[in-house]
């Protein structure tokens, strides 16, 4: 039978089949961070269960950190309470963390790839939806609520019915300014952010081939924002060479037998999805959000839709726009580039190339936030530091910061933010706050014009 | 996990769509590391101004709604994993969620936390609505063993869908842990014989 890249995967992962019931799942990779793990570590120590198999779980604090004077004890008291709990939590059960002030110490989602732990052809989970993003690997990988983590760190093992197979193919030349996050929030505009719901979605077609890892990451990432638990990309020699000699990656000749393996992934010729979506490169443009789901977005030339609906309107209201208008020239004064979208060295390079020998808006409060602290040493190796610092943009050390309002990076209340992240919710970055997704580009010369601005005339000043 | 068998009840309704895990429990209240307490919480910018009072235009403040059901518009918990999410709406005293839609992640939180959710057409969940802001002392009966909704006073009875293990596991109060703790024997016999 013809098998999907998905199908492949989960197969090979198949431990028995409940009769009329879901299937039992084989976990190769669970990462835990401090939000969602501590209930799960009670449930072992209620039930009185050792881990299974500790060797197979990696930990960062990562939500919870700050991302100033990260040397220093954290100053809230409950944020520090939970960062102590993993720390002490691990030390009990015996896995590895990358804690507070290691030098491997970063967003679960950067790390994990950065390090090599995340493969081609495995099954990862993680208590947080955008373990999505390790998909871009052809690695079935997806978010899961904390008895979940509870099950895997019991089990190695979770009950799941297969999902559904959808592919998303998008061929053609993207133009100039146009970037991964583009990509992924065009997407979800067209197709709405339920429309994933109960699939598996597979990214497929030369926009997605000739993309850099960090660019189908980033993609991947964003899977959840449409419903989907995960999205996959087949691996090719792009995610080898990235693979190839990273710190828990094969070396040698387990490398090349494993290679030899992962070429056997990709999606047969003539295999069936269950929906089929197509797409052209040439109608993608520069997107930002207007409303308060990742769907509702536009092409930033684009006026807001005039959709009549309580629900749209509802979200309007919050955001302090009309129906039909153009966001061009609206003043911005926070501008966001992190999170586990788009944190990865790509993301800096993108940015400062365009803020080099420029100077950020008087009015704007702008945010870099490295996605690890690998990312981060990165960005000083390369002298972007130098750019960003110069033109007024604050470097801030490795985590979530102000993607979701927990830790001490928040945007005030009514306060609109360009965003690199994947939430637009709101409240999402503080109560009350105003979020606009967009890529990394759109960001910085958000930035730097003060304002929202198109990004051909912005390129072509 | 508490046994759910079957429950009579009147309903509230928030007929807001795509309601999101980030509006059910803010990120600031995740910062607890045991499972009670989340209720106090609940929709807590929808539920209370800035300042600490309650916005009292917010159904959950109205006195003319009460019940253990929800009725909530289409893609409900949306948005990020948080389990806490799930933990909020069941310590808040609610046992059914009743939408057109639910984003999956949210669905198996509820469902591994003895909170039901009823998945019935747009016309249902519109005829429900409406007669529960007709007439807010309207009880609905949800019965699992027979997998039926019933509102009586609309002459509706509807059956509903529900996975049979997790079923199972509803009736009984078990939960997966137990069920995967009996199959270590094949997960390490899984383990032995994979090639890749
Ligand atoms: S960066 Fe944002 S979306 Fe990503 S894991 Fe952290 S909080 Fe979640």
């Known amino acids: 039978m013809k098998k999907t890249l998905f199908d492949k995967v989960w197969d090979a992962h198949v431990v028995d089949t409940v009769p009329n019931g879901p299937q039992i799942l084989y976990i190769d990779k669970h990462l835990i961070h401090e939000v969602t793990s501590p209930q799960a570590f009670s449930e072992l120590r209620q039930r009185n269960i050792p881990l299974f198999r500790k060797d197979q779980v990696v930990a960062t604090a990562d939500h919870n950190v700050p991302t100033l004077n990260q040397h220093l004890p954290i100053t809230d008291a409950l944020s520090k309470k939970q960062v102590e709990m993993l720390s002490k939590n691990c030390e009990e059960f015996g896995v590895e963390l990358y804690g507070l002030g290691h030098p491997y110490q970063g967003i679960v989602h950067v790390m994990a790839p950065e390090l090599g732990v995340t493969q081609p052809g495995m099954t990862m989970v993680c208590g947080d939806s955008h373990t999505s993003t390790h998909g871009a690997f052809g690695t079935i990988a997806f978010g899961i609520g904390t008895s979940q983590v509870a099950q895997v760190f019991a089990s190695q093992c979770l009950l799941l019915q297969k999902p559904k197979s959808m592919r998303i193919t998008v ?13 992924i ?9 339920n429309s994933g719901t109960g699939y598996f979605v597979e990214y497929a077609g030369d926009v997605f081939e000739n993309m850099s890892m960090e660019g189908r990451m980033t993609v991947c990432n964003m899977s959840i924002e449409m419903g989907a638990r995960g999205g996959m990309i087949a691996p090719d020699q792009t995610t080898f060479d990235y693979v190839k000699g990273r710190e828990f990656a094969p070396q040698d000749e387990a490398f090349d037998k494993k290679v030899a393996y992962w070429k056997t992934l990709p999606t047969d010729e003539g295999a069936e999805f269950d929906q089929e979506y197509q797409f052209d490169a040439a109608d993608i443009a520069p997107m930002i959000t207007f409303g308060t789901n990742p769907g509702m977005g536009i092409k930033i030339t684009e006026n807001v839709p005039t959709t009549e609906d309580a629900s749209f309107e509802k979200s309007l209201r919050y955001m302090g726009f009309e129906r039909g208008e153009s966001l061009l020239g609206k003043p911005v004064n926070y501008i966001f580039i992190g999170s586990c979208t788009n944190a990865r060295i790509e993301d800096f390079r993108v940015a400062a190339s365009f803020i080099k020998g420029k100077q950020k808006a008087d009015n704007v409060t702008a945010l870099i936030v490295p996605g690890s602290q690998q990312v981060a040493k990165q960005i000083e190796a390369e002298g972007l530091k130098t750019v960003f610092e110069e033109a007024g943009f604050q470097l801030r050390q490795a985590g979530c910061s102000a993607c979701l309002g927990m830790n001490e990076d928040k945007i005030p209340a009514g306060e609109y933010c360009v965003s690199t992240s994947n939430r637009n919710f709101e409240g999402r970055q503080g109560q009350g706050a105003r979020t606009l997704l967009a890529s990394p580009l759109v960001a910085a010369i958000t930035a730097v014009e003060g304002k929202i601005t198109d990004v051909a005339t912005a390129l072509n000043a | 996990m508490e046994k759910f068998t079957k429950l ?23 910062k607890a590391t045991d499972k009670a307490g989340f209720g106090e919480n609940l929709f807590r910018d929808w539920r209370f101004h800035k300042d600490g009072n309650p916005n009292t235009d917010f159904v959950l403040n109205s006195e003319t709604y009460t019940g253990k059901i929800l009725v909530a518009g289409d893609n409900f918990g949306c948005g990020s994993s948080r389990e806490h999410a799930a933990w909020a709406l069941e310590d808040y005293g609610f046992r059914v969620i009743i939408s057109s839609f639910f984003a999956d992640i949210f669905k198996g939180n509820a469902l591994n936390n003895g909170l039901l959710p009823i998945q019935v057409s747009e016309a249902t969940l519109e005829a429900i609505l409406n007669k529960i802001s007709e007439n807010p002392e309207t009880e609905l009966v949800v019965d699992l063993e027979k997998q039926e909704l019933s509102l009586d006073a609309i002459g509706l009875k509807e059956s509903f869908e529900i996975n049979e293990y997790k079923k199972m596991c509803l009736l009984n109060g078990y939960d997966d842990i137990d069920f995967l703790l009996s199959k270590k024997e094949a997960i390490e016999i899984f383990e032995k014989q994979r090639t890749n």
Request: proline share 11%; charged share 20%.
């Open chain 1, 171 to 183: 061929n053609g030349d993207l133009a100039p300014g146009v970037l991964p996050k583009d990509v």
């Open chain 1, 185 to 193: 929030l065009y997407i979800i505009a067209q197709l709405g952010t």
């Open chain 2, 8 to 30: 009579t009840s009147r309903a509230i309704p928030m007929p807001i769509k795509d309601i999101d895990t980030d509006q059910i429990i803010p990120a600031r209240f995740l």
